[in-house]
T-cell receptor
Framework: DGGITQSPKYLFRKEGQNVTLSCEQNLNHDAMYWYRQDPGQGLRLIYYSQIVNDFQKGDIAEGYSVSREKKESFPLTVTSAQKNPTAFYLC?????????????FGSGTRLTVV | AQSVTQLDSQVPVFEEAPVELRCNYSSSVSVYLFWYVQYPNQGLQLLLKYLSGSTLVKGINGFEAEFNKSQTSFHLRKPSVHISDTAEYFCAVSTLQGAQKLVFGQGTRLTINP
């Protein structure tokens, strides 16, 4: 079955360490997105990529970095510069057919920094 | 830029009662509207979406929503809720132009009491 795989589901890191969250899709979707979820704040866009080797900052990109070397993969690195990295991270991809489009979400990674 | 306001952070209702979750949006261009449901520690599942056509949209699990352009609203309704509907619900908007980023509201936690 096609979908988005985020791994791991739970991740613990010590403060000051960089950590990379994996996002892989086998849907052949061009666009991919990373969102951060905090209680009571909804989902906020971190980075997005519309094609391979290109990506743009979202609303809260500070302290994060991404790469898009392959269509299927869009990993997110949470750097030590991110002041409050503990959160739930969701990856998504977008499909487009004419004027119709939609989004597929992964099951998320919960990052806890101690 | 687009924005979304979900007017209630929490909505408690009794089982088999009707429910309405309110969503208002702001945008200078035409938008597409979405409702997603999230169960604990999971990704987002699409309930329904409005792209064009009939303003009354029917979705999964007996939910429906009505697009009201003059009031810039997209309220979600269900005539009779079940315990299994307990979850967090997110309203989101996007546009056909540009990067088609999803912009989310803050979420509404629906709690069903027996």
């Amino acid at each position: 079955d096609g979908g988005i795989t985020q791994s791991p589901k739970y991740l613990f890191r010590k403060e000051g360490q960089n950590v990379t969250l994996s996002c892989e899709q086998n849907l052949n979707h061009d666009a991919m997105y990373w969102y951060r979820q905090d209680p009571g704040q909804g989902l906020r866009l971190i980075y997005y990529s519309q094609i391979v080797n290109d990506f743009q900052k979202g609303d809260i990109a500070e302290g994060y970095s991404v790469s898009r070397e392959k269509k299927e993969s869009f990993p997110l690195t949470v750097t030590s510069a991110q002041k409050n990295p503990t959160a739930f991270y969701l990856c998504a991809s977008r499909w487009l057919t004419g004027a119709n489009y939609g989004y597929t979400f992964g099951s998320g990674t919960r990052l806890t920094v101690v | 830029a687009q924005s979304v306001t979900q007017l209630d952070s929490q909505v408690p209702v009794f089982e088999e009662a009707p429910v309405e979750l309110r969503c208002n949006y702001s945008s200078s261009v035409s938008v597409y509207l979405f409702w997603y449901v999230q169960y604990p520690n999971q990704g987002l599942q699409l309930l329904l979406k409005y792209l064009s056509g009939s303003t009354l949209v029917k979705g999964i699990n007996g939910f429906e929503a009505e697009f009201n352009k003059s009031q810039t609203s997209f309220h979600l309704r269900k005539p009779s809720v079940h315990i299994s509907d307990t979850a967090e619900y997110f309203c989101a908007v996007s546009t056909l132009q540009g990067a088609q980023k999803l912009v989310f509201g803050q979420g509404t936690r629906l709690t069903i009491n027996p």
